[in-house]
């Protein structure tokens, strides 16, 4: 373990300054710290199997990995990428201050949003959403980090835009002047923040890391993660979720479920006490369930595995 906190990342852009500005907080904090970006890793001589260890996430799995052999200490993420169960004995040891909670269209003129358009995203919920707010366009699939993905849609003359999240074009400079905010998008769950996790083994880094923890954002995000951990039962889907406080008493929530062509959408909106943010998430998902959510569930699940 030691007394410097190795700090896991992946190599992208993104990835890096996120690892950066945990590694910079520590710093203030009087620790020592080392930068570790980890490549992918590929076959592994692990005991058991990842699954077992419930290791999922396609984002996280290399930096679980990692951290299970106890090649870093702790691992920063963006939190809306981390599957709602984490992996056997790492633990979410903070949540940082809440960037842009929000998706923007970059695009190249907006003339084509009465008429017909070509959105790319290669999110389900982004997909669904837009298709539901503009039934007339057509979505193409749109993979890749940040930068990746603005390249490509220079590239591709016949798009008319592509969606992304606020919080990581603006983390790295590159949000350009043509973009519009689609606050009537509802985000992902925990979109805008990012999470520190540790092994739970690790007291040194853990007391170290719960320091940065941002006690406003750690609690929406429960919220949101619930809402998200009920619905999903472990299959993707167009899910959507926000809390924000209103004032130091009340937070407000949306979250919502949509069919993967956006044609159905099923949504809960309510306030609450903050006292009451444990168990919010899951109630209204519960709710969103009984509202036709359980059959429109098994039907993505079963349009998705073909
Ligand atoms: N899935 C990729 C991903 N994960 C986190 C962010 C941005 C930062 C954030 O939302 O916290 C992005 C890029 C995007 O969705 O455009």
Request: proline fraction near 3%; include cysteine; charge should be neutral.
């Given at each position: 373990?030691g007394?410097?906190?190795?700090?896991?990342?992946?190599?992208?852009?993104l990835?890096?300054?996120?690892?950066?500005?945990?590694?910079?907080?520590?710093?203030?904090l009087?620790?020592?710290?080392?930068?570790?970006?980890?490549?992918?890793?590929?076959?592994?001589?692990?005991?058991?199997?990842?699954?077992?260890?419930?290791?999922?996430?396609?984002?996280?799995?290399?930096?679980?990995?990692?951290?299970?052999?106890?090649?870093?200490?702790?691992?920063?993420?963006?939190?809306?990428?981390?599957?709602?169960?984490?992996?056997?004995?790492?633990?979410?040891?903070?949540?940082?201050?809440?960037a842009?909670?929000?998706?923007?269209?970059?695009?190249?003129?907006?003339?084509?949003?009465?008429?017909?358009?070509?959105?790319?995203?290669?999110?389900?919920?982004?997909?669904?959403?837009?298709?539901?707010?503009y039934?007339?366009?057509?979505?193409?699939?749109?993979?890749?980090?940040?930068?990746?993905r603005?390249q490509?849609?220079?590239?591709?003359?016949?798009?008319?835009?592509?969606?992304?999240?606020?919080?990581?074009?603006?983390?790295?400079?590159?949000?350009?002047?043509?973009?519009?905010?689609?606050?009537?998008?509802?985000?992902?769950?925990?979109?805008?923040?990012?999470?520190?996790?540790?092994?739970?083994?690790?007291?040194?880094?853990?007391?170290?890391?719960?320091?940065?923890?941002?006690?406003?954002?750690?609690?929406?995000?429960?919220?949101?993660?619930?809402?998200?951990?009920?619905?999903e039962?472990?299959c993707?889907a167009?899910i959507?979720?926000l809390?924000?406080?209103?004032?130091e008493?009340?937070?407000?929530?949306t979250?919502?479920?949509?069919s993967?062509?956006?044609?159905?959408?099923?949504?809960?909106?309510?306030?609450?006490?903050v006292?009451?943010?444990?168990?919010?998430?899951?109630?209204?998902?519960?709710?969103?369930?009984?509202?036709?959510?359980?059959?429109l569930?098994?039907?993505?699940?079963?349009?998705?595995?073909?």
């Amino acid at each position: 373990m030691g007394t410097t906190i190795r700090i896991g990342t992946r190599d992208s852009e993104l990835a890096l300054w996120q690892a950066n500005t945990v590694k910079d907080k520590l710093e203030a904090l009087g620790y020592k710290t080392q930068l570790l970006p980890v490549k992918s890793t590929g076959d592994l001589n692990l005991d058991q199997p990842l699954y077992e260890m419930g290791i999922t996430g396609i984002f996280t799995k290399t930096l679980d990995i990692a951290m299970v052999k106890g090649e870093i200490d702790i691992a920063v993420h963006s939190m809306k990428d981390v599957p709602t169960a984490l992996p056997k004995g790492i633990v979410q040891a903070a949540v940082l201050p809440r960037a842009n909670v929000h998706d923007i269209l970059i695009h190249k003129g907006l003339d084509f949003l009465a008429s017909e358009g070509v959105i790319a995203t290669g999110s389900l919920r982004r997909k669904a959403q837009w298709l539901n707010q503009y039934p007339f366009h057509k979505i193409v699939n749109l993979r890749g980090n940040v930068n990746t993905r603005l390249q490509k849609l220079q590239d591709n003359q016949d798009w008319n835009g592509a969606i992304f999240a606020a919080a990581g074009l603006e983390r790295i400079n590159l949000k350009p002047e043509n973009h519009t905010v689609l606050d009537w998008m509802t985000p992902a769950p925990a979109q805008g923040a990012m999470l520190i996790v540790v092994n739970e083994s690790n007291s040194y880094a853990k007391e170290a890391v719960e320091k940065l923890n941002d006690e406003k954002t750690a609690m929406c995000v429960h919220v949101e993660r619930e809402f998200l951990r009920t619905l999903e039962g472990g299959c993707t889907a167009p899910i959507g979720a926000l809390a924000e406080f209103k004032n130091e008493e009340k937070i407000s929530f949306t979250g919502n479920l949509f069919s993967l062509d956006g044609k159905e959408k099923i949504e809960e909106k309510a306030t609450f006490n903050v006292s009451d943010y444990q168990d919010v998430g899951q109630n209204l998902a519960h709710k969103i369930l009984q509202q036709g959510g359980k059959e429109l569930m098994h039907s993505i699940k079963a349009k998705l595995e073909h």
